[in-house]
Structure formats: structure tokens, C-alpha cells
């Protein structure tokens, strides 16, 4: 069983940065990609940005890239979210989870990913 447990949210004012952090149960994260997710009250969960399990790639969506970095600590099954210049419509219940399958790939898509943590508050004041 794969535990994933976020942390790091909480209330910050727009242009500010806050680091979101996933830590894993076992070593599951070195084995898969990691997939950062968030929802807004009355929205559905969107993608919001991936890395592989050996961190050599990433991807974003179009909304944050730029301003939001992901990277991994091996040593602490520990993948990071780094969030820079924060926006209002950031504003959002921020999930991390462990992509289904072995390997080397970018995946985007919520079924791509079977194990989810239980999701930290951003809340971004204007």
C-alpha cells in the first residue's frame, strides 16, 4: 500500500511562493512519475504539472509554467513543488499522486494515476 502525504500549503498574498511537498511510503516515487494536481471550489481537478521517476523530465500546464518548478529528493522519496508568483486563480486543494505505470514517461491524464495524497490548502489573497 502506497501512502502519499502532502504538506507545505496555506495562505499566502498574490506574488508570493510557497513549496509544496509529496513524501512517499517505500521507494515508489523512484519507480514512477509523480503527478501534481489541484482543484477549485466548484471546478474539476486539472493537471497542473508531472516529473518522471528519474527527474530528468517535466512537464506543465500551460497556466503555470514558468512560475512552478517540480523537482525530486531520492533520499527522502520526496517530490517538491515550487511556487512562484502566485496568483489568485491559483487558489486551489493541491494533490499529488504516483502515476500507475513503470517508467520513464510524462503523463497528464487523471487516470494515469493510481495513488493519491489527501491534498494541502493554497489559498492566494489579491
Known amino acids: 500500500q502506497v501512502q502519499l502525504v502532502e504538506s507545505g500549503g496555506g495562505l499566502v498574498q498574490a506574488g508570493g511562493s510557497l513549496r509544496l511537498s509529496c513524501e512517499a511510503s517505500?521507494?515508489?516515487?523512484?519507480?514512477?512519475?509523480t503527478g501534481w494536481f489541484r482543484q477549485a471550489p466548484g471546478k474539476e481537478r486539472e493537471f497542473v504539472g508531472c516529473?518522471?521517476?528519474?527527474?530528468?523530465?517535466?512537464s506543465y500546464a500551460d497556466s503555470v509554467k514558468g512560475r512552478f518548478t517540480i523537482s525530486k529528493n531520492y533520499a527522502k522519496n520526496t517530490v517538491y513543488l515550487q511556487m512562484n508568483s502566485l496568483k489568485p486563480e491559483d487558489t486551489a486543494v493541491y494533490y499529488c499522486?504516483?502515476?500507475?505505470?513503470?517508467?520513464?514517461?510524462?503523463?497528464?491524464?487523471?487516470?494515469?494515476?493510481?495513488?493519491w495524497g489527501q491534498g494541502t490548502q493554497v489559498t492566494v489573497s489579491s
Open positions: 499522486a504516483k502515476s500507475r505505470l513503470y517508467g520513464d514517461q510524462i503523463y497528464q491524464a487523471i487516470g494515469d494515476f493510481d495513488y
Open positions: 517505500g521507494r515508489m516515487l523512484n519507480m514512477h512519475s
Open positions: 516529473i518522471t521517476w528519474n527527474g530528468d523530465n517535466t
